[in-house]
């Protein structure tokens, strides 16, 4: 399985990456659930304006076999939706750091201590798989 | 319980397949990206190891007589080297399985079944011989199969057996690779031309190999599934299943009502279906088995048996399963997707045609 996962980023055990900029955090799905996955075929996101939980499921993610949920790593709304990546959603395969899904307006900040750091994520890779 | 692995397990290991639990056996389900390999047996050539499933050998005076008498479809009528599909039902009408039979030689015929059904079928066949000169051998033990399929299946298998006709699709022939006998049939379930090889392990493996150096593609059960729903093959547990019968599924031409015998032929001589099945594209969303299926007036009419995106349209494709009671005469079919009902559009032709003789 891929190791590609940098070390700017923040991460979770369903295998989301988050990128923190200042009270808004982009949000995608990591290196090792695109390969895990294969050949992505549709995705489906909240419109803009969506409040959402942390830990709730925000959408889904399908390869050619498979339908995947996608799991709200930090409470709050929902600001920006990539219309690229929904219409070309194959480009998550092709670098799944390049293609954010939604960015989400941060509600809590306590939520962000939640979040797996790139070494923590890269053990529970290890260890779970 | 213990997983089964195919002889070929160590070559799908090595070509880092990621293998899946199936029908009790460990099967690669995937080698690189199932679009390659479903592709690759499109356009080009590809091999499916499916040495999970069953072969049992009929042989002796009444051989075809008795699978005549075991199966739906006409096996009498067809001359020797033919193969010939059909479901296999129990007094009422049930299918128990859905197999190939291949007539080998006067008084030698062979039946390829489902890898899940190997016991059930064997079980049932072995119980209807009795009054029949012949006897019947599971040796699913002893055979390895490979499906080599795409247009250029015929030149690759062509120059490694002794002989190779330009058989008709849906024949067989028996050979031998490297003076190993081996049986050769032009079936194998994606649509498009190609060849299922039987053959002892020990020779498939070899085959195998000389296959991948030959840059055929390997292609696992992911892919199989895409290719047989892309050109509307049905499939045993989705399309099929213990309770329902052959025009349940769209089978009612292997059915064939004027033999003079065969198990079922009371139950089913009235033809009738409680469900129809469907064939649906979709636009937008991707249907999945288990999703329901709805009419324009949002009211639950069936069940998605087998769903997904197609490779070749890239559009949702499904068999859908329609109360025979509820089938919507407008035509308007709705799938239900995460609670929200996407359009779907009827299709009378199979989704993708295959390049078959």
Same mark, same amino acid.
Request: charged fraction near 25%; glycine fraction near 8%.
């Given at each position: 399985?891929?190791?590609?996962?940098?070390?700017?980023?923040?991460?979770?055990?369903?295998?989301?990456?988050?990128?923190?900029?200042?009270?808004?955090? /982009? $949000?995608?799905?990591?290196?090792?659930?695109?390969?895990?996955?294969?050949?992505? $075929?549709?995705?489906?996101?909240?419109?803009?304006?969506?409040?959402?939980?942390?830990?709730?499921?925000?959408? $889904?993610?399908? /390869?050619?076999?498979?339908?995947?949920?996608?799991?709200?790593? $930090? /409470?709050?709304?929902?600001?920006?939706?990539?219309?690229?990546?929904?219409?070309?959603?194959?480009?998550?395969?092709?670098?799944?750091?390049?293609?954010?899904?939604?960015?989400?307006?941060?509600?809590?900040?306590?939520?962000?201590?939640?979040?797996?750091?790139?070494?923590?994520?890269?053990?529970?890779?290890?260890?779970?798989? | #319980?213990?997983?089964?692995?195919? !002889?070929?397990?160590?070559?799908?290991?090595?070509?880092?397949?990621?293998? =899946?639990?199936?029908?009790?056996?460990? #099967?690669?389900?995937?080698?690189?990206?199932?679009?390659? +390999?479903?592709?690759?047996?499109?356009?080009?050539?590809?091999?499916?190891? =499916?040495? !999970? #499933?069953?072969?049992?050998?009929?042989?002796?005076?009444?051989?075809e007589?008795?699978v005549d008498y075991l199966v739906t479809n006409d096996i009498i009528g067809a001359p @020797?080297g033919k193969a010939i599909y059909s479901p296999l039902c129990r007094d009422n009408g049930t299918v128990i399985d859905d197999l190939i039979v291949y007539k080998?030689?006067?008084?030698?015929v062979?039946i390829c079944v489902n890898?899940?059904n190997?016991?059930?079928?064997?079980?049932?066949?072995?119980?209807?011989? !009795?009054? *029949?000169?012949? @006897?019947?051998?599971?040796?699913?033990?002893?055979?390895?199969?490979?499906?080599?399929?795409? &247009?250029?299946?015929?030149?690759?298998?062509? &120059?490694?057996?002794? +002989?190779? &006709?330009?058989?008709e699709y849906y024949s067989v022939?028996? @050979?031998?690779?490297?003076?190993?006998?081996?049986?050769?049939a032009r079936t194998g379930y994606t649509g498009e031309?190609?060849? +299922? %090889? *039987?053959?002892?392990?020990?020779?498939?493996?070899?085959?195998?190999?000389?296959?991948?150096?030959?840059? %055929?593609?390997?292609?696992?059960?992911?892919?199989?599934?895409?290719l047989r729903l892309e050109v509307c093959y049905p499939l045993y547990g989705h399309e099929l299943n213990d309770e329902l019968n052959p025009y349940d599924a769209g089978l009612g031409w292997t059915v064939k009502g004027q033999k003079p015998r065969f198990i079922g032929k009371a139950a089913l001589a009235d033809k009738k279906a409680h469900y129809k099945l469907f064939k649906l594209?979709?636009?937008?969303?991707?249907?999945?088995?288990?999703?329901? =299926?709805?009419?324009?007036?949002?009211? =639950?009419?069936g069940?998605?048996t087998s769903?997904? #995106?197609? %490779?070749? @349209?890239?559009?949702?494709i499904a068999f859908a399963r329609i109360?025979i009671?509820?089938v &919507?005469?407008?035509?308007?079919?709705?799938?239900?997707?995460?609670?929200?009902?996407?359009?779907?559009?009827l299709v009378k032709k199979p989704f993708v045609t295959g390049g078959h003789k």
């Amino acid at each position: 399985m891929s190791t590609n996962i940098p070390a700017n980023l923040k991460y979770t055990k369903e295998h989301e990456w988050v990128l923190v900029e200042g009270e808004t955090i /982009s $949000v995608g799905i990591t290196d090792f659930a695109q390969s895990a996955l294969g050949d992505i $075929v549709f995705l489906e996101v909240p419109q803009i304006g969506v409040e959402l939980k942390e830990g709730s499921t925000f959408g $889904v993610v399908e /390869s050619i076999k498979s339908v995947s949920d996608l799991y709200t790593p $930090v /409470s709050g709304e929902v600001t920006g939706r990539n219309t690229d990546i929904e219409s070309s959603p194959e480009k998550i395969n092709q670098d799944a750091y390049g293609a954010w899904l939604i960015k989400v307006k941060i509600k809590n900040a306590s939520d962000l201590n939640k979040l797996l750091t790139a070494q923590q994520y890269q053990e529970f890779c290890n260890t779970s798989h | #319980m213990t997983l089964l692995k195919t !002889h070929l397990y160590d070559e799908h290991v090595k070509l880092n397949a990621k293998i =899946v639990p199936f029908a009790g056996w460990d #099967m690669p389900v995937q080698y690189t990206s199932v679009k390659d +390999e479903v592709l690759a047996i499109r356009n080009n050539v590809g091999v499916f190891d =499916v040495s !999970h #499933m069953g072969e049992f050998f009929v042989e002796g005076k009444d051989a075809e007589q008795f699978v005549d008498y075991l199966v739906t479809n006409d096996i009498i009528g067809a001359p @020797t080297g033919k193969a010939i599909y059909s479901p296999l039902c129990r007094d009422n009408g049930t299918v128990i399985d859905d197999l190939i039979v291949y007539k080998l030689a006067p008084g030698r015929v062979l039946i390829c079944v489902n890898a899940s059904n190997i016991d059930k079928d064997f079980l049932w066949i072995k119980s209807q011989l !009795h009054g *029949f000169d012949c @006897t019947l051998k599971n040796k699913s033990d002893e055979y390895s199969l490979l499906a080599l399929q795409g &247009p250029k299946s015929y030149q690759i298998l062509k &120059p490694l057996l002794k +002989e190779l &006709p330009d058989l008709e699709y849906y024949s067989v022939f028996e @050979t031998q690779f490297e003076g190993a006998p081996v049986i050769i049939a032009r079936t194998g379930y994606t649509g498009e031309d190609g060849f +299922e %090889v *039987f053959g002892d392990h020990a020779c498939i493996k070899h085959l195998w190999q000389i296959f991948m150096n030959n840059g %055929v593609v390997p292609c696992g059960l992911a892919a199989r599934d895409v290719l047989r729903l892309e050109v509307c093959y049905p499939l045993y547990g989705h399309e099929l299943n213990d309770e329902l019968n052959p025009y349940d599924a769209g089978l009612g031409w292997t059915v064939k009502g004027q033999k003079p015998r065969f198990i079922g032929k009371a139950a089913l001589a009235d033809k009738k279906a409680h469900y129809k099945l469907f064939k649906l594209t979709l636009d937008r969303g991707i249907p999945r088995e288990g999703y329901q =299926v709805l009419n324009g007036k949002n009211e =639950v009419i069936g069940i998605i048996t087998s769903g997904s #995106m197609s %490779v070749v @349209t890239n559009k949702g494709i499904a068999f859908a399963r329609i109360q025979i009671d509820k089938v &919507p005469v407008d035509e308007v079919f709705l799938v239900d997707i995460r609670q929200k009902p996407y359009a779907a559009q009827l299709v009378k032709k199979p989704f993708v045609t295959g390049g078959h003789k």
